[in-house]
Protein backbone atom coordinates (compact mmCIF):
# COMPACT_ATOMS: atom_id res chain seq x y z
CA UNK A 1 0.00 0.00 0.00
CA UNK A 2 1.43 3.51 -1.27
CA UNK A 3 2.08 5.59 2.20
CA UNK A 4 0.37 8.66 2.07
CA UNK A 5 2.44 11.62 0.85
CA UNK A 6 2.63 14.04 3.41
CA UNK A 7 2.02 18.14 2.58
CA UNK A 8 4.52 20.63 3.03
CA UNK A 9 2.66 22.50 5.44
CA UNK A 10 1.76 26.34 6.32
CA UNK A 11 4.65 27.44 8.89
CA UNK A 12 2.72 30.91 9.83
CA UNK A 13 -0.06 30.54 12.72
CA UNK A 14 -3.50 31.52 11.26
CA UNK A 15 -6.34 32.65 13.27
CA UNK A 16 -9.62 30.25 14.02
CA UNK A 17 -13.07 31.08 15.28
CA UNK A 18 -14.14 27.79 17.03
CA UNK A 19 -17.78 27.09 16.40
CA UNK A 20 -18.38 23.36 18.02
CA UNK A 21 -16.02 20.91 19.64
CA UNK A 22 -15.73 17.50 17.89
CA UNK A 23 -16.15 13.74 19.81
CA UNK A 24 -12.57 13.64 20.48
CA UNK A 25 -12.51 17.46 22.07
CA UNK A 26 -11.00 19.05 19.70
CA UNK A 27 -11.80 22.66 18.58
CA UNK A 28 -14.01 22.96 15.22
CA UNK A 29 -13.47 25.87 13.05
CA UNK A 30 -14.06 26.60 9.03
CA UNK A 31 -11.39 27.81 6.60
CA UNK A 32 -12.75 28.59 3.04
CA UNK A 33 -15.02 25.87 3.85
CA UNK A 34 -12.84 23.29 5.00
CA UNK A 35 -13.00 21.72 8.28
CA UNK A 36 -9.87 22.47 10.45
CA UNK A 37 -9.99 20.42 13.71
CA UNK A 38 -7.59 22.79 16.40
CA UNK A 39 -6.68 21.04 19.99
CA UNK A 40 -6.84 23.02 22.86
CA UNK A 41 -9.65 25.33 21.88
CA UNK A 42 -12.72 25.61 22.97
CA UNK A 43 -16.50 26.75 21.47
CA UNK A 44 -16.70 30.27 21.01
CA UNK A 45 -12.68 31.17 21.27
CA UNK A 46 -10.84 32.56 18.65
CA UNK A 47 -7.38 30.99 19.01
CA UNK A 48 -3.98 31.70 17.43
CA UNK A 49 -2.96 27.79 16.14
CA UNK A 50 0.09 26.02 14.35
CA UNK A 51 -0.56 23.29 11.63
CA UNK A 52 0.38 20.09 12.24
CA UNK A 53 -1.26 18.36 9.39
CA UNK A 54 -3.41 18.94 6.41
CA UNK A 55 -5.58 16.34 4.40
CA UNK A 56 -7.96 16.57 1.83
CA UNK A 57 -10.94 17.14 3.55
CA UNK A 58 -9.79 18.53 6.70
CA UNK A 59 -6.79 19.77 8.73
CA UNK A 60 -5.27 19.47 11.97
CA UNK A 61 -3.41 22.03 14.25
CA UNK A 62 -2.92 23.34 17.91
CA UNK A 63 -3.19 26.10 20.06
CA UNK A 64 -0.69 28.12 20.39
CA UNK A 65 -2.53 31.42 22.00
CA UNK A 66 -5.76 32.02 22.92
CA UNK A 67 -7.58 35.56 21.72
CA UNK A 68 -10.20 35.56 23.17
CA UNK A 69 -10.94 32.52 25.85
CA UNK A 70 -14.71 30.92 26.46
CA UNK A 71 -16.17 31.33 29.78
CA UNK A 72 -15.93 27.54 30.10
CA UNK A 73 -12.01 27.84 30.36
CA UNK A 74 -9.78 26.78 33.04
CA UNK A 75 -6.20 26.55 34.15
CA UNK A 76 -5.26 22.62 33.75
CA UNK A 77 -5.01 20.66 37.19
CA UNK A 78 -1.63 18.93 35.88
CA UNK A 79 1.01 21.22 34.96
CA UNK A 80 2.03 18.43 32.26
CA UNK A 81 -1.24 18.98 30.47
CA UNK A 82 -0.06 20.55 27.25
CA UNK A 83 2.07 18.11 26.74
CA UNK A 84 0.79 14.77 28.23
CA UNK A 85 -1.37 12.99 25.81
CA UNK A 86 -3.20 10.96 28.56
CA UNK A 87 -5.98 14.09 29.37
CA UNK A 88 -7.52 16.33 26.43
CA UNK A 89 -9.93 18.01 28.85
CA UNK A 90 -8.32 19.60 31.50
CA UNK A 91 -8.05 23.23 29.92
CA UNK A 92 -12.07 22.60 29.87
CA UNK A 93 -14.37 23.70 33.51
CA UNK A 94 -15.64 20.33 34.92
CA UNK A 95 -19.23 21.25 34.59
CA UNK A 96 -18.80 21.78 30.56
CA UNK A 97 -16.91 18.63 30.51
CA UNK A 98 -19.59 16.95 31.51
CA UNK A 99 -22.32 18.62 29.44
CA UNK A 100 -20.60 17.85 26.96
CA UNK A 101 -20.43 14.29 27.42
CA UNK A 102 -23.82 14.69 27.72
CA UNK A 103 -24.63 16.17 24.29
CA UNK A 104 -22.44 13.06 22.94
CA UNK A 105 -25.04 10.77 23.67
CA UNK A 106 -27.75 12.85 22.82
CA UNK A 107 -26.24 13.00 19.42
CA UNK A 108 -26.14 9.38 18.74
CA UNK A 109 -29.06 8.50 20.10
CA UNK A 110 -30.90 10.93 17.43
CA UNK A 111 -27.99 9.56 15.12
CA UNK A 112 -29.40 6.28 15.19
CA UNK A 113 -32.74 5.87 14.47
CA UNK A 114 -33.86 9.38 16.42
CA UNK A 115 -34.14 8.13 19.64
CA UNK A 116 -34.21 9.91 23.25
CA UNK A 117 -35.17 8.55 26.77
CA UNK A 118 -38.21 9.27 28.44
CA UNK A 119 -36.72 10.75 31.30
CA UNK A 120 -32.78 12.29 31.35
CA UNK A 121 -31.43 11.87 34.75
CA UNK A 122 -28.21 13.99 35.87
CA UNK A 123 -24.62 12.87 35.09
CA UNK A 124 -23.11 10.97 37.65
CA UNK A 125 -20.05 13.01 38.81
CA UNK A 126 -17.13 11.92 41.21
CA UNK A 127 -13.91 12.93 41.83
CA UNK A 128 -12.15 15.08 39.12
CA UNK A 129 -8.20 14.15 39.72
CA UNK A 130 -6.47 11.20 41.76
CA UNK A 131 -9.29 9.09 40.75
CA UNK A 132 -7.52 6.66 38.05
CA UNK A 133 -6.81 3.11 40.07
CA UNK A 134 -5.42 1.34 36.91
CA UNK A 135 -3.28 2.35 33.69
CA UNK A 136 -0.24 1.55 31.74
CA UNK A 137 2.77 3.61 31.98
CA UNK A 138 5.50 3.68 29.09
CA UNK A 139 8.64 3.52 29.89
CA UNK A 140 12.02 4.88 28.13
CA UNK A 141 15.65 5.22 28.09
CA UNK A 142 16.26 8.47 26.40
CA UNK A 143 20.15 8.13 24.83
CA UNK A 144 20.65 11.65 23.75
CA UNK A 145 19.24 13.03 27.65
CA UNK A 146 21.06 9.93 29.00
CA UNK A 147 17.98 9.93 31.27
CA UNK A 148 14.98 7.41 31.74
CA UNK A 149 11.04 8.87 31.12
CA UNK A 150 8.16 7.07 32.99
CA UNK A 151 4.33 8.08 32.12
CA UNK A 152 1.79 8.47 28.99
CA UNK A 153 2.84 9.24 25.80
CA UNK A 154 3.15 12.75 24.52
CA UNK A 155 0.04 14.38 22.11
CA UNK A 156 0.34 13.72 18.53
CA UNK A 157 3.28 11.23 18.70
CA UNK A 158 4.53 8.09 20.64
CA UNK A 159 7.37 9.84 22.79
CA UNK A 160 7.07 8.95 26.28
CA UNK A 161 5.74 12.41 27.68
CA UNK A 162 8.53 14.08 30.31
CA UNK A 163 6.45 14.21 33.51
CA UNK A 164 7.07 14.49 37.16
CA UNK A 165 3.45 13.24 38.41
CA UNK A 166 -0.06 12.68 37.28
CA UNK A 167 -2.96 14.13 39.27
CA UNK A 168 -5.39 11.96 37.28
CA UNK A 169 -3.75 8.41 38.85
CA UNK A 170 -4.04 7.74 42.00
CA UNK A 171 -1.38 9.55 44.32
CA UNK A 172 -0.18 6.28 45.67
CA UNK A 173 1.36 5.81 41.71
CA UNK A 174 0.79 9.12 40.31
CA UNK A 175 3.07 11.23 42.45
CA UNK A 176 5.92 8.42 42.51
CA UNK A 177 6.78 8.78 38.82
CA UNK A 178 10.03 10.51 39.20
CA UNK A 179 11.22 7.27 41.63
CA UNK A 180 10.24 4.62 39.00
CA UNK A 181 12.07 6.70 37.01
CA UNK A 182 15.57 6.17 39.07
CA UNK A 183 13.69 2.74 39.80
CA UNK A 184 14.23 1.70 36.00
CA UNK A 185 17.81 3.82 35.84
CA UNK A 186 19.66 1.69 38.61
CA UNK A 187 18.61 -1.76 36.98
CA UNK A 188 20.74 -3.34 34.33
CA UNK A 189 17.58 -4.15 31.96
CA UNK A 190 16.84 0.18 31.75
CA UNK A 191 16.91 -0.19 27.94
CA UNK A 192 15.15 -3.40 27.85
CA UNK A 193 12.09 -2.36 30.28
CA UNK A 194 9.16 -0.45 27.82
CA UNK A 195 6.17 -0.37 30.53
CA UNK A 196 4.95 -0.87 33.96
CA UNK A 197 0.86 -1.86 34.59
CA UNK A 198 -0.35 -0.56 37.76
CA UNK A 199 -3.53 -1.49 39.55
CA UNK A 200 -4.80 -0.57 42.97
CA UNK A 201 -7.64 -1.87 45.50
CA UNK A 202 -8.56 -0.43 48.87
CA UNK A 203 -5.70 -0.42 51.51
CA UNK A 204 -6.61 -3.53 53.49
CA UNK A 205 -4.40 -2.62 56.44
CA UNK A 206 -2.68 -5.83 55.86
CA UNK A 207 0.55 -6.91 54.79
CA UNK A 208 -0.75 -9.38 52.85
CA UNK A 209 -3.72 -7.66 50.88
CA UNK A 210 -1.75 -5.26 49.16
CA UNK A 211 -2.92 -2.13 48.38
CA UNK A 212 -1.13 -1.20 44.92
CA UNK A 213 0.61 -4.05 42.08
CA UNK A 214 3.49 -3.32 40.24
CA UNK A 215 3.78 -5.68 37.22
CA UNK A 216 7.20 -5.10 35.83
CA UNK A 217 7.37 -5.64 32.06
CA UNK A 218 10.95 -6.80 31.06
CA UNK A 219 12.25 -7.89 27.75
CA UNK A 220 15.56 -9.40 29.14
CA UNK A 221 16.10 -11.52 31.82
CA UNK A 222 16.56 -10.18 35.39
CA UNK A 223 19.76 -10.03 37.76
CA UNK A 224 19.79 -11.12 41.28
CA UNK A 225 20.54 -7.58 41.82
CA UNK A 226 17.86 -6.17 39.92
CA UNK A 227 15.44 -8.54 42.29
CA UNK A 228 16.99 -7.45 45.07
CA UNK A 229 16.48 -3.78 44.05
CA UNK A 230 12.44 -4.83 43.09
CA UNK A 231 11.89 -6.34 46.27
CA UNK A 232 13.59 -3.02 47.95
CA UNK A 233 11.30 -0.68 46.16
CA UNK A 234 8.28 -2.54 46.77
CA UNK A 235 9.02 -2.72 50.77
CA UNK A 236 9.90 1.37 50.61
CA UNK A 237 6.52 2.07 48.63
CA UNK A 238 4.00 -0.63 50.17
CA UNK A 239 3.81 -2.11 46.28
CA UNK A 240 3.06 -5.46 45.43
CA UNK A 241 6.19 -6.40 42.66
CA UNK A 242 4.68 -8.82 39.75
CA UNK A 243 7.28 -9.77 36.80
CA UNK A 244 6.30 -10.16 32.90
CA UNK A 245 9.15 -11.54 30.93
CA UNK A 246 6.93 -12.66 28.39
CA UNK A 247 2.91 -12.51 27.52
CA UNK A 248 0.24 -11.91 30.50
CA UNK A 249 0.14 -15.53 31.44
CA UNK A 250 3.88 -15.45 32.65
CA UNK A 251 2.74 -12.88 35.15
CA UNK A 252 4.16 -13.84 38.47
CA UNK A 253 4.74 -12.06 42.22
CA UNK A 254 7.79 -11.05 43.36
CA UNK A 255 7.09 -9.31 46.36
CA UNK A 256 5.96 -9.50 49.41
CA UNK A 257 6.20 -13.94 48.87
CA UNK A 258 3.54 -14.51 51.23
CA UNK A 259 -0.11 -13.60 50.25
CA UNK A 260 -2.03 -14.80 47.29
CA UNK A 261 -1.86 -12.73 44.01
CA UNK A 262 -5.09 -10.24 44.67
CA UNK A 263 -6.01 -6.70 45.32
CA UNK A 264 -9.49 -5.88 46.55
CA UNK A 265 -12.22 -3.31 46.75
CA UNK A 266 -15.48 -3.52 48.24
CA UNK A 267 -19.01 -2.75 47.35
CA UNK A 268 -21.72 -1.45 49.76
CA UNK A 269 -25.36 -1.98 48.09
CA UNK A 270 -28.46 -0.27 49.70
CA UNK A 271 -30.97 -3.04 49.72
CA UNK A 272 -35.05 -2.02 49.39
CA UNK A 273 -35.19 -1.21 52.97
CA UNK A 274 -32.00 1.31 52.59
CA UNK A 275 -30.33 -1.31 54.67
CA UNK A 276 -26.23 -2.49 53.81
CA UNK A 277 -25.45 -4.65 52.30
CA UNK A 278 -21.81 -5.54 51.55
CA UNK A 279 -19.45 -7.42 48.65
CA UNK A 280 -15.35 -7.78 48.72
CA UNK A 281 -14.32 -7.92 45.33
CA UNK A 282 -10.83 -9.76 44.82
CA UNK A 283 -9.10 -9.56 41.59
CA UNK A 284 -5.44 -9.82 40.12
CA UNK A 285 -4.11 -6.91 38.99
CA UNK A 286 -3.95 -7.45 35.27
CA UNK A 287 -7.79 -8.36 35.19
CA UNK A 288 -10.40 -5.86 33.83
CA UNK A 289 -12.06 -3.61 36.78
CA UNK A 290 -13.45 -0.17 36.54
CA UNK A 291 -10.78 2.47 36.99
CA UNK A 292 -12.78 4.88 38.95
CA UNK A 293 -13.89 3.60 42.23
CA UNK A 294 -16.54 5.70 43.55
CA UNK A 295 -18.40 6.23 40.08
CA UNK A 296 -18.39 2.23 39.85
CA UNK A 297 -19.88 2.26 42.95
CA UNK A 298 -22.57 4.41 42.53
CA UNK A 299 -23.14 2.76 38.97
CA UNK A 300 -23.88 -0.51 40.61
CA UNK A 301 -26.34 0.82 43.06
CA UNK A 302 -27.96 2.51 39.81
CA UNK A 303 -27.91 -0.45 37.95
CA UNK A 304 -29.88 -2.03 40.70
CA UNK A 305 -32.49 0.15 41.54
CA UNK A 306 -33.34 0.82 37.95
CA UNK A 307 -33.89 -2.97 37.85
CA UNK A 308 -36.35 -2.93 40.57
CA UNK A 309 -34.93 -6.23 42.06
CA UNK A 310 -37.12 -8.01 44.00
CA UNK A 311 -36.13 -10.96 46.07
CA UNK A 312 -38.05 -13.62 43.74
CA UNK A 313 -36.23 -11.89 40.41
CA UNK A 314 -34.15 -14.76 38.32
CA UNK A 315 -31.67 -11.80 37.06
CA UNK A 316 -29.23 -12.65 33.75
CA UNK A 317 -25.59 -9.90 33.85
CA UNK A 318 -24.13 -10.30 30.31
CA UNK A 319 -20.61 -9.65 30.21
CA UNK A 320 -19.93 -9.94 34.02
CA UNK A 321 -16.35 -10.52 34.21
CA UNK A 322 -15.05 -10.81 37.77
CA UNK A 323 -18.58 -10.19 38.94
CA UNK A 324 -19.09 -6.41 39.51
CA UNK A 325 -22.64 -6.34 39.21
CA UNK A 326 -23.31 -9.87 39.42
CA UNK A 327 -22.51 -10.45 43.23
CA UNK A 328 -24.31 -7.48 44.04
CA UNK A 329 -26.88 -8.25 42.16
CA UNK A 330 -27.06 -11.67 44.10
CA UNK A 331 -27.43 -9.74 47.68
CA UNK A 332 -30.77 -8.56 46.57
CA UNK A 333 -31.98 -11.18 44.05
CA UNK A 334 -33.54 -14.75 44.10
CA UNK A 335 -30.79 -16.17 41.41
CA UNK A 336 -28.76 -14.35 39.46
CA UNK A 337 -26.41 -15.70 36.25
CA UNK A 338 -23.51 -14.63 35.36
CA UNK A 339 -21.90 -14.82 31.45
CA UNK A 340 -18.87 -13.92 30.47
CA UNK A 341 -16.30 -14.85 27.29
CA UNK A 342 -13.52 -15.14 29.07
CA UNK A 343 -13.11 -18.64 31.09
CA UNK A 344 -10.41 -16.76 33.62
CA UNK A 345 -12.71 -14.12 34.55
CA UNK A 346 -16.05 -17.14 35.30
CA UNK A 347 -13.16 -18.40 37.69
CA UNK A 348 -12.53 -15.04 39.57
CA UNK A 349 -16.29 -14.41 39.65
CA UNK A 350 -16.90 -18.12 41.18
CA UNK A 351 -13.59 -17.13 43.51
CA UNK A 352 -15.30 -14.09 44.49
CA UNK A 353 -18.99 -15.52 45.23
CA UNK A 354 -17.33 -18.10 47.34
CA UNK A 355 -15.17 -16.19 49.14
CA UNK A 356 -18.80 -14.14 50.23
CA UNK A 357 -20.86 -16.77 50.71
CA UNK A 358 -23.43 -16.85 47.62
CA UNK A 359 -24.96 -19.10 47.06
CA UNK A 360 -27.25 -18.30 44.62
CA UNK A 361 -25.29 -17.31 41.98
CA UNK A 362 -23.98 -19.25 39.04
CA UNK A 363 -21.02 -17.86 37.07
CA UNK A 364 -21.10 -19.60 33.15
CA UNK A 365 -18.46 -19.21 29.98
CA UNK A 366 -20.38 -18.81 26.74
CA UNK A 367 -19.92 -17.36 23.14
CA UNK A 368 -22.00 -13.88 23.65
CA UNK A 369 -21.87 -13.45 19.39
CA UNK A 370 -24.24 -16.68 18.83
CA UNK A 371 -27.30 -17.42 20.11
CA UNK A 372 -27.11 -18.85 24.06
CA UNK A 373 -30.59 -18.85 24.53
CA UNK A 374 -30.66 -22.57 24.65
CA UNK A 375 -27.69 -23.00 26.78
CA UNK A 376 -28.50 -25.03 30.03
CA UNK A 377 -28.01 -21.56 32.30
CA UNK A 378 -30.92 -19.76 30.14
CA UNK A 379 -33.55 -22.18 29.78
CA UNK A 380 -35.50 -21.16 32.87
CA UNK A 381 -35.33 -17.51 31.26
CA UNK A 382 -34.41 -14.54 33.14
CA UNK A 383 -36.96 -11.41 34.64
CA UNK A 384 -34.25 -8.72 34.60
CA UNK A 385 -31.23 -8.03 32.25
CA UNK A 386 -28.07 -6.12 32.85
CA UNK A 387 -25.58 -5.23 30.39
CA UNK A 388 -21.79 -4.22 30.34
CA UNK A 389 -20.32 -5.13 26.75
CA UNK A 390 -17.04 -3.83 25.95
CA UNK A 391 -16.69 -0.70 23.48
CA UNK A 392 -18.52 -2.59 20.36
CA UNK A 393 -21.10 -3.14 21.83
CA UNK A 394 -23.94 -5.75 22.38
CA UNK A 395 -25.67 -5.99 18.74
CA UNK A 396 -26.04 -9.97 18.48
CA UNK A 397 -26.49 -9.70 22.03
CA UNK A 398 -29.42 -7.54 22.02
CA UNK A 399 -31.37 -9.58 19.26
CA UNK A 400 -31.49 -12.34 21.46
CA UNK A 401 -32.64 -10.83 24.55
CA UNK A 402 -36.50 -10.57 23.57
CA UNK A 403 -36.76 -14.71 23.71
CA UNK A 404 -36.18 -14.07 27.36
CA UNK A 405 -39.18 -11.61 27.52
CA UNK A 406 -37.42 -9.59 30.55
CA UNK A 407 -39.33 -7.08 32.44
CA UNK A 408 -36.41 -4.68 32.34
CA UNK A 409 -32.87 -4.06 30.79
CA UNK A 410 -30.17 -2.25 32.27
CA UNK A 411 -27.24 -1.35 29.45
CA UNK A 412 -24.31 -0.62 30.54
CA UNK A 413 -21.94 1.56 28.31
CA UNK A 414 -18.57 2.80 27.22
CA UNK A 415 -19.41 3.73 24.24
CA UNK A 416 -22.44 5.63 23.28
CA UNK A 417 -22.26 4.92 20.05
CA UNK A 418 -22.82 1.26 20.24
CA UNK A 419 -25.19 2.11 22.88
CA UNK A 420 -27.41 4.13 20.72
CA UNK A 421 -27.16 1.53 17.72
CA UNK A 422 -28.05 -1.47 20.06
CA UNK A 423 -31.20 0.90 21.94
CA UNK A 424 -32.63 1.06 18.43
CA UNK A 425 -32.49 -2.65 18.34
CA UNK A 426 -34.47 -2.80 21.61
CA UNK A 427 -37.21 -0.23 20.79
CA UNK A 428 -37.38 -2.44 17.77
CA UNK A 429 -38.50 -5.70 19.53
CA UNK A 430 -40.60 -4.02 21.89
CA UNK A 431 -39.11 -2.29 24.73
CA UNK A 432 -39.16 1.67 26.08
CA UNK A 433 -36.02 3.59 26.94
CA UNK A 434 -37.17 5.01 30.08
CA UNK A 435 -33.86 6.71 31.34
CA UNK A 436 -30.34 7.64 30.80
CA UNK A 437 -27.63 8.88 31.39
CA UNK A 438 -23.76 9.37 31.52
CA UNK A 439 -21.70 8.70 34.28
CA UNK A 440 -17.90 10.75 35.14
CA UNK A 441 -15.61 7.79 34.76
CA UNK A 442 -12.63 9.31 32.75
CA UNK A 443 -12.93 13.09 34.09
CA UNK A 444 -10.66 15.41 31.81
CA UNK A 445 -11.06 12.71 29.31
CA UNK A 446 -13.57 12.81 26.13
CA UNK A 447 -14.34 9.32 27.29
CA UNK A 448 -18.26 8.52 27.59
CA UNK A 449 -19.74 6.05 30.01
CA UNK A 450 -23.23 5.91 29.98
CA UNK A 451 -26.35 4.03 31.47
CA UNK A 452 -29.74 3.36 30.11
CA UNK A 453 -33.03 1.67 31.40
CA UNK A 454 -35.16 -0.32 29.15
CA UNK A 455 -39.05 -1.72 29.63
CA UNK A 456 -40.78 -4.35 28.30
CA UNK A 457 -44.11 -2.56 26.49
Given at each position: ????????????????????????????????????????????ETVLAQFTDSRGKFDELKTLEVLDASAERVEPPCQHAQICGGCSLQHMASDAQIQFKQA?????????????????????????????????????????????????????????????????????????????????????????????????????????????????????????????????????????????????????????????????????????????????????????????????????????????????????????????????????????????????????????????GLTNVRFSAANLQSDFTSEDWAREGFDKILIDPPRSGALDVVSYLTKFDAQRVVYVSCN??????????????????????????????????????????
Amino acid sequence: MARRRRKKLPQEPVQCNIINLSHEGRGIAKSDGKTQFVEGALPGETVLAQFTDSRGKFDELKTLEVLDASAERVEPPCQHAQICGGCSLQHMASDAQIQFKQAVLKEQFEHFGNLEPEHWVEPMRGPSAGYRTKARLGARYVAKREEVLVGFREKRNSFIADIQQCEVLDPRIGHELLALRELVASLSVYRELPQFEVAMGEDQKDPEKDGVALVVRHMAPLTDEDLEKLKVFGKQHAFAIYLQPGGVSTVHKLWPESGEERLYYDLEILNKNRNSDKVSMAFHPMDFTQVNVEINRNMVQRAIDWLDIQPEDRVLDLFCGLGNFTLPLATQAGTVVGVEGDEAMVERGRENAQRNGLTNVRFSAANLQSDFTSEDWAREGFDKILIDPPRSGALDVVSYLTKFDAQRVVYVSCNPATLARDAGVLVEKGYRMLKAGVMDMFPHTTHVESIALFEKN
